[in-house]
């Protein structure tokens, strides 16, 4: 499992852009990818990082957006 933390965004075509992100990873990689958000939407990096402790763990990668 990879939590991605982006940034965030108050436009929507860039929140469309990270979740486009994490799709095309889960597709490339064949894992789940976690996304969590900076600042300006949910689920936020602190929410995300919670649930990947919740799911045993991962690796965690920053992309800002």
């Known amino acids: 499992m990879i939590l991605l933390a982006a940034h965030g965004s108050p436009d929507r075509r860039a929140q469309a852009l ?10 490339v990689l064949g894992v789940e990818v976690l996304l969590g958000f900076i ?8 929410e995300s990082t919670l649930e990947l402790g919740r799911r045993g763990g ?4 920053k992309r800002l957006l």
């Open 39 to 46: 600042e300006h939407q949910s689920p936020t990096l602190l």
């Open 58 to 61: 991962g690796v965690v990668r």
């Open 18 to 27: 990270a979740r486009g992100l994490r799709k095309g990873l889960e597709r």
